[in-house]
């Protein structure tokens, strides 16, 4: 796999270093306009660092783009009249459609549009995509290197800013989430340090069981209520004061925002 990062920021950084990590590449060229503070990437033997786009595109098959929406038009009319029916073009770029990519680049080229998280710094990215008629054909490929950073989901694209809402902001929530139990473990008497080990890896284990089972939330749950027990009144308690009601509700406020940002 000859791949190339057009725009090694934060994202594309840890997208290279998924790959990396994996020995996912043959060959990986880095590319930014400022290059001094990635040279270190080249300790790799395998990876070119250098502020060239046409470059990169010349000498790889997988582009990944990772730069900020505002460049990204400009780079791609930099590069269109390098891209081969062999190059397939994954972008990371939030908000930018797939229709805006072929009328610069044309429909006959493999496009994929990705929406990973900020997880995926830590390899557990919950990574959406989706692609045009051709990309199709590459959404497999384009799975396989995200599936090394995580999890992936294929998507129609008109559910991309949904996924952005539960899998991008869903981050921040989820971080609420165990905010809020480790001050509620504070309050039973542990330290800051301890309460925030102990929400966070229970958190950590609520997901890996369902992950793992494959099982519906209530089922869990049903295991850890006794009748009449410490855990049901909680969860009561909980729901009494809008629990879920409230979460349902920030999601699609979230949404109703994006939907409003996109339109303006
Ligand atoms: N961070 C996330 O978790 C996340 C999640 C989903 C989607 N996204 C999307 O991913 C994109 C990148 O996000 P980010 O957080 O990684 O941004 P970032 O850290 O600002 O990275 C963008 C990189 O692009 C480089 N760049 C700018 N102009 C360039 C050019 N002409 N050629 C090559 N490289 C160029 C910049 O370096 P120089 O200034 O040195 O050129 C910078 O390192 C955004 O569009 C964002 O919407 C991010």
Known sequence: MKIAII?????GLAI???VL??????????????TSEIKDFEKYGNVTVTSDNQEAVKRSDILVFAVQPGHFAAILEDVKDLLTENHVIISTITGFSIVKMEEIIGSNQYIIRSMPNTAISVGNSMTCLCSNQLGKKRIDLAKAIFNRMGHTLEIPEEQMQAATVICASGIAFWMRLIRATTQGAIQLGFDAKEAQEL????????ASLLIDSGSHPEEEIDRVTTPKG???EGLNEM???GLSSSLIRGIVTSFEKISQIRKG
Request: charged letters at 10%; aromatic letters at 2%; a positive charge.
């Open 230 to 232: 410490c855990t049901i």
């Open 7 to 11: 725009g090694a920021g934060n994202l």
């Open 239 to 241: 729901e009494h004061q």
């Open 21 to 34: 990590h994996t020995n996912g590449a043959t060959t990986m060229y880095l590319t930014k306009r400022n």
């Open 199 to 206: 929400a966070m890896h229970t958190c950590n284990g609520a």
């Open 16 to 18: 290279a270093k998924g």
